[in-house]
């Protein structure tokens, strides 16, 4: 996520959206205020257009409001009407048709464009069930991986293991279940119809925009690392692990790596890999310096955080 961010890439954007939308919803289901799903249903919206993949987060959540309200739910989607119009007025508008430019092949085959049918996201394919599985791999733990690019989310899913075990005593199971299930409804989108791992950036950046509410699911697990000395040497140890790959990423997020070759989804660079190398090779010194002193930095914070959460002494034990 924080590669992106500091490139003000449209999927970091529309992660922030949503997250924040998402904590609006939840407050407004906690307190009953409508004014939490006005601010939600706007900044979902708004969520939506940059990133059009996003906006299966507003079925969701209204999924989610429903269960507690239908009233409320029927509110919420009804403030998402005048944005989705003006979207696709602009749609139109633009390119004479409702469907995102994104979306629209024949728009990009009249002007000189590298996109098509074949390679759009959205409208690609596999040519089988195998290069379907090599791609997921890669996208979600291999060269390109969701997880292997940020090892952080790793603790989120014994966060989400956690939540499911012990779902009668967690009051927001249910609305967070479904919150993942959208997120996985998100990533099972782009691995069947994507085949190009985001083109050449750090990791896959289509799911930066997912990111924040994976993170979310560390909550049910907080007391627990707090409370013994293992659990929060391991949590700082992947956390400073997630840090200093988000800083090797920021450094330049979109890498030159090699053009996947269709029907070869194995063929993919590790970006982890080449962004170590194009760091080491190709930036100056008062780059590395920059780049060294921002990770020593979040480090800090980060280390500071863990510090000052965790309790002063370790509980004692009962014989």
């Given at each position: 996520f924080?590669?992106?961010?500091?490139?003000?890439?449209?999927?970091?954007i529309a992660?922030s959206?949503?997250?924040i939308?998402?904590?609006?919803?939840?407050?407004?289901?906690?307190?009953?205020?409508?004014?939490?799903?006005?601010l939600?249903?706007?900044?979902?919206?708004?969520?939506a257009?940059?990133?059009?993949?996003?906006?299966?987060?507003?079925?969701?959540?209204?999924?989610?409001?429903?269960?507690?309200?239908?009233?409320?739910?029927?509110?919420?989607?009804?403030?998402?009407?005048?944005?989705l119009?003006?979207?696709?007025f602009?749609?139109?508008?633009?390119?004479?048709?409702?469907?995102?430019?994104?979306?629209?092949?024949?728009?990009?085959?009249?002007?000189?464009?590298?996109f098509?049918r074949?390679?759009?996201?959205?409208?690609?394919?596999?040519?089988?069930?195998?290069?379907?599985m090599?791609?997921?791999?890669?996208?979600?733990l291999?060269?390109?991986?969701?997880?292997?690019?940020?090892?952080?989310?790793?603790?989120?899913?014994i966060?989400?293991?956690?939540?499911?075990?012990?779902?009668s005593?967690?009051?927001v199971?249910?609305?967070?279940l479904?919150l993942?299930?959208?997120?996985?409804?998100?990533?099972?989108?782009?691995?069947?119809?994507?085949?190009?791992?985001?083109?050449?950036?750090?990791?896959?950046?289509w799911?930066a925009a997912?990111?924040?509410?994976?993170?979310l699911?560390?909550a049910?697990?907080e007391?627990?690392?707090?409370?013994?000395?293992?659990?929060?040497?391991?949590?700082?140890?992947?956390?400073?692990?997630?840090?200093l790959?988000?800083?090797?990423?920021?450094?330049?997020?979109?890498?030159p790596?090699?053009?996947?070759?269709?029907?070869?989804?194995?063929?993919?660079d590790?970006?982890i890999?080449?962004?170590?190398?194009?760091?080491?090779?190709?930036?100056?010194?008062?780059?590395?310096?920059?780049?060294?002193?921002?990770?020593?930095?979040?480090?800090?914070?980060?280390?500071?955080?863990?510090?000052y959460?965790h309790?002063?002494?370790?509980?004692?034990?009962?014989?």
């Amino acid at each position: 996520f924080f590669p992106f961010v500091t490139v003000y890439s449209s999927h970091s954007i529309a992660g922030s959206l949503i997250i924040i939308a998402v904590y609006f919803c939840l407050t407004a289901i906690a307190e009953e205020r409508k004014l939490g799903l006005v601010l939600a249903g706007v900044l979902f919206s708004i969520g939506a257009s940059i990133d059009v993949t996003g906006s299966i987060f507003i079925l969701f959540t209204a999924l989610m409001i429903a269960r507690h309200s239908l009233k409320n739910a029927v509110l919420f989607s009804i403030l998402i009407l005048p944005f989705l119009g003006i979207n696709l007025f602009a749609n139109w508008h633009f390119s004479g048709s409702i469907l995102p430019p994104s979306l629209n092949a024949p728009l990009h085959e009249n002007i000189d464009s590298p996109f098509s049918r074949e390679n759009m996201s959205g409208l690609a394919t596999h040519d089988s069930v195998t290069d379907l599985m090599v791609y997921a791999f890669h996208s979600l733990l291999g060269n390109r991986g969701l997880l292997s690019h940020s090892p952080i989310l790793l603790v989120s899913l014994i966060g989400c293991y956690q939540l499911i075990k012990f779902r009668s005593i967690h009051s927001v199971y249910k609305d967070y279940l479904i919150l993942l299930v959208g997120c996985l409804t998100y990533i099972l989108i782009y691995l069947l119809r994507t085949n190009n791992y985001s083109g050449d950036s750090f990791g896959v950046r289509w799911f930066a925009a997912i990111t924040p509410i994976f993170m979310l699911s560390l909550a049910p697990i907080e007391d627990a690392i707090r409370s013994r000395r293992i659990y929060r040497l391991g949590f700082w140890m992947i956390g400073t692990l997630s840090i200093l790959l988000s800083v090797l990423g920021s450094y330049r997020p979109f890498l030159p790596t090699s053009a996947p070759v269709m029907g070869h989804p194995e063929m993919v660079d590790n970006t982890i890999l080449v962004a170590f190398n194009r760091f080491l090779t190709q930036s100056s010194g008062m780059g590395m310096l920059r780049t060294a002193f921002l990770a020593a930095f979040l480090c800090l914070i980060f280390a500071a955080a863990m510090w000052y959460f965790h309790p002063q002494s370790e509980p004692t034990r009962s014989a």
